[in-house]
């Protein structure tokens, strides 16, 4: 009699290796809806879109308001520590989780996608603040994702949610401005405009000018750095972030009272050369307080 036992699970893998066991089955198989992509490459390629069209929104923009070349030295208006933040968070994001697309990100991605296609820049950042926020909010994404996240949040600080918040205090946040520099130079203001010290005329600081806008810059710069390096957070990290907050305000107070001194001061200052010197001030410093407050995480590294 021929007597023949049924295979087991673990003897058929075994006899047919292109065969997965079950529990390997499950783990290899596919996502939400049977779709094979990883957590991370989802949201990494919304999180590219996104970016990507809200700078070319502001570099288009630049084009156009000031010239190619201008707006080429002058790096299509979009500061070299947001270019730098967008492409950290990035490759934070892009790390490998193991984790398959839900439904529910497929909806967020859906929405988010939509507000990316449309030629808005605005909309764009909203898209990356709203993922951002799913991210850090209601997933239970791991800590590179979730450093991505937070990272491309505070991206979105100076490239939108702080021009939003002109469009509401524009005149107090100016007239903040124009108080400082009223007060150094010793002269009159009124509203947003301070008159020359030689009397010749009143200058008129504008939202581009404003120290508010550079602020969130230095924000940007100190979560960008904190969480690239793995920073554990600290009650000091409020000191380095006001110190570098407190040095853009400084510089920004101090260049705007320079060209208040006359219109020679100010043609001289309010200048490529001028802008070019200011810009690289603020990225010196805010980069310099923010890794003074990471030193041991920075040092430690091999």
């Given at each position: 009699?021929?007597?023949?036992t049924?295979?087991?699970?673990?003897?058929?893998?075994?006899?047919?290796?292109?065969?997965?066991?079950?529990?390997?089955?499950?783990?290899?198989?596919?996502?939400?809806?049977?779709?094979?992509?990883?957590?991370?490459?989802?949201?990494?390629?919304?999180?590219?879109?996104?970016c990507?069209?809200?700078?070319?929104?502001?570099?288009?923009?630049?084009?156009?308001?000031?010239?190619?070349?201008?707006?080429?030295?002058g790096?299509?208006?979009?500061?070299?520590?947001?270019?730098?933040?967008?492409?950290?968070?990035?490759?934070?994001?892009?790390?490998?989780t193991?984790?398959?697309?839900?439904?529910?990100?497929?909806?967020?991605?859906?929405?988010?996608?939509?507000?990316?296609?449309?030629?808005?820049?605005?909309?764009?950042?909203?898209?990356?603040?709203?993922?951002?926020?799913?991210?850090?909010?209601?997933t239970?994404?791991?800590?590179p994702?979730?450093?991505?996240?937070?990272?491309?949040?505070?991206?979105?600080?100076?490239?939108?949610?702080?021009?939003?918040?002109?469009?509401?205090?524009?005149?107090?946040?100016?007239e903040?401005?124009?108080?400082?520099?009223?007060?150094?130079?010793?002269?009159?203001?009124?509203?947003?405009?301070?008159?020359?010290?030689?009397?010749?005329?009143?200058?008129?600081?504008?939202?581009?000018?404003?120290?508010?806008?550079?602020?969130?810059?230095?924000?940007?710069?100190?979560?960008?750095?904190?969480?690239?390096?793995?920073?554990?957070?600290?009650?000091?990290?409020?000191?380095?972030?006001?110190?570098?907050?407190?040095?853009?305000?400084?510089?920004?107070?101090?260049?705007?009272?320079?060209?208040?001194?006359?219109?020679?001061?100010?043609?001289?200052?309010?200048?490529?050369?001028?802008?070019?010197?200011?810009?690289?001030?603020?990225?010196?410093?805010?980069?310099?307080?923010?890794?003074?407050?990471?030193?041991?995480?920075?040092?430690?590294?091999?």
């Amino acid at each position: 009699m021929d007597s023949r036992t049924a295979n087991s699970p673990d003897q058929t893998w075994r006899m047919h290796p292109q065969f997965c066991p079950p529990t390997q089955a499950r783990e290899a198989g596919t996502g939400a809806l049977g779709i094979q992509i990883g957590r991370h490459e989802f949201f990494a390629g919304l999180f590219f879109l996104g970016c990507v069209n809200g700078i070319a929104a502001r570099a288009i923009a630049a084009v156009q308001d000031i010239g190619l070349l201008d707006a080429a030295v002058g790096m299509f208006d979009v500061s070299a520590i947001v270019l730098a933040a967008c492409a950290s968070g990035l490759w934070w994001t892009m790390r490998p989780t193991g984790q398959s697309v839900t439904p529910a990100d497929l909806v967020v991605g859906a929405i988010a996608f939509a507000l990316i296609a449309l030629p808005i820049g605005a909309l764009s950042w909203i898209a990356v603040s709203g993922i951002a926020l799913y991210i850090l909010l209601f997933t239970g994404a791991d800590l590179p994702m979730r450093r991505g996240a937070l990272i491309l949040l505070a991206t979105t600080v100076p490239m939108f949610w702080s021009r939003l918040l002109f469009q509401f205090f524009a005149n107090f946040i100016l007239e903040i401005d124009a108080s400082l520099v009223g007060w150094l130079l010793g002269v009159d203001r009124t509203g947003n405009m301070v008159r020359f010290v030689n009397d010749g005329g009143y200058l008129v600081i504008l939202p581009p000018c404003s120290s508010l806008s550079n602020m969130s810059l230095a924000f940007l710069c100190w979560i960008a750095v904190s969480e690239s390096v793995g920073h554990r957070r600290s009650s000091s990290d409020l000191m380095w972030c006001l110190l570098a907050c407190g040095s853009v305000l400084a510089i920004n107070v101090g260049r705007l009272s320079a060209m208040g001194i006359s219109l020679r001061y100010y043609e001289a200052i309010h200048s490529r050369i001028g802008d070019a010197v200011t810009d690289a001030l603020i990225l010196v410093l805010t980069l310099g307080w923010s890794l003074l407050g990471v030193r041991r995480e920075v040092f430690s590294h091999p």
